[in-house]
Structure formats: C-alpha cells, structure tokens
C-alpha cells in the first residue's frame, strides 16, 4: 500500500522499548479525545480513547495521557512490536457537535 | 463488530469524470463522514450527515456533492474529477454521542 503520510514526523524505537507519542489541540472546549492506529493501505483503526473528566486511560499495553492545562495528548505503547509500526493519530471533538478534528500524525517504526 | 465497506481500494478516473464513491455501515449508524487524506495535512472534512437526506458542509467541500437516501449508504460525488483530487477518501459512521468514529478501509483515487 502507498504510504499516507510521506512528511510525517517519525519516532523509531526499538522492539521491547516504550513508545511515547505526543499530540497537541487547539480547542479548549475539545472534551472527548480519541488516538488512532493507521497502516499502510489501510483505514484508521481506534485505539483508545479518554474524556476530559479524566486525566489517564488504560488499554492492553497502551495508556493515554490528558493535560487540559496545555491541551496535550499523549499514547504510551509498552514493550513496543513490530506489529505497532504504522502512523498513529490523535483526534478531539466537542460535545455537541459532529465534527472531529484530527491531527496530522506521527509514524512509528519499531526497529528489530 | 461495526462494518464500514468502501464500494472500491482503487480507481482511477479520467480529468472531468464524474465520480462516484460509495459508503455503507452495517449498524444503523445516524452520523456519516467523508474525509480526504493527504500527505502532511492529516485528514478533512469533506462532508457529513447526520440523517437521511440531510447534510452538511465540511471544510473542503468545492468539487463534491454528497447523497444519503437510506441510513446505511453514503456516496461522495466528484461532478467532474480534476488531478487535484487526487486522494485517499475515507468514509467513517458514528452513532453519536461521545464515541468513536468507525472507518472504512480507503479508496484510493487518481485523477489522470
């Protein structure tokens, strides 16, 4: 599949290591909070996601961070696969309304 | 587990061919989305639908007419394709409320 994302920021780990991928938003009325997983070819696929009731969420090997202070979002992998490598994006939305603002992503490659 | 087919992976078109991209979910979804992807911009909203027959413009919606005649389809039109739309389009549904958007695999378009 063609790569979605040829001038994306890009954060190589190697296998085993945590990953931290960081995202920021503008909208301070932003109150729900989504971060996607996208492969090459393929549509995005959610990940987690986290209300700003809350300042952390967990998942199977992932984490989500929330700092309305600084409107910051951040995913934590641990022990990072090789089947993690893909670009990842954050997305937030406001009650209320249909639409969902999404970040230009960051690509993960996990080194063997 | 929710479904969102895109009728194609690939198509090209021929500059000012109408085009037709197809979208339906399988689970009575009230909110569709069209979105366009390119490199470093992330994705954009095109157009979406909150209901049968209704619609709204997204942020770029110049060069596209939407149609939701049942709940479950929602097709993107190209009235004449031209090379600058080029793109990778995603469909996506959401039952509304705080939850995640549910996306489709892709299509990939070429305009030539």
């Known amino acids: 599949g063609e790569s979605v994302g040829l001038h994306l920021p890009t954060l190589s780990v190697q296998e085993g290591d945590n990953s931290i991928i960081n995202c920021a938003y503008s909208?301070?009325?932003?109150?729900?909070f989504i971060w996607y997983k996208q492969e090459s070819g393929k549509g995005p696929q959610f990940i987690i996601d986290?209300?700003?009731?809350?300042d952390k969420r967990q998942g199977q090997r992932v984490t989500v961070l929330l700092n309305k202070t600084v409107k910051h979002l951040s995913l934590q992998i641990a022990a990072t696969q090789p089947g993690d490598s893909a670009v990842y994006f954050c997305?937030?939305?406001?009650?209320?309304?249909?639409?969902?603002?999404f970040g230009t992503g960051t690509r993960l490659k996990v080194l063997a | 587990d929710v479904k969102v087919t895109q009728s194609s992976r690939y198509l090209v078109k021929r500059t000012g061919e109408k085009v037709f991209l197809e979208c339906v979910q399988d689970?009575?979804?009230?909110?569709m989305f069209w979105y366009r992807q390119d490199p470093g911009l992330g994705l954009r909203l095109i157009y979406f639908?909150?209901?049968?027959?209704?619609?709204e413009k997204g942020d770029i919606p110049e060069g596209y007419s939407v149609s939701r005649e049942k709940k479950e389809r929602f097709s993107l039109i190209l009235e004449s394709a031209s090379t600058n739309q080029t793109s990778m389009y995603l469909c996506?549904?959401?039952?509304?409320?705080?939850?995640?958007?549910?996306f489709g695999q892709g299509t990939r378009l070429t305009v030539v």
């Open positions: 996506a549904s959401t039952p509304g409320g705080n939850t995640e958007a549910f």
């Open positions: 689970m009575d979804h009230e909110n």
């Open positions: 997305a937030d939305r406001t009650s209320g309304t249909y639409k969902y603002i």
């Open positions: 639908s909150y209901d049968v027959k209704m619609k």
């Open positions: 909208n301070s009325a932003s109150d729900y």
């Open positions: 986290i209300r700003s009731n809350m």
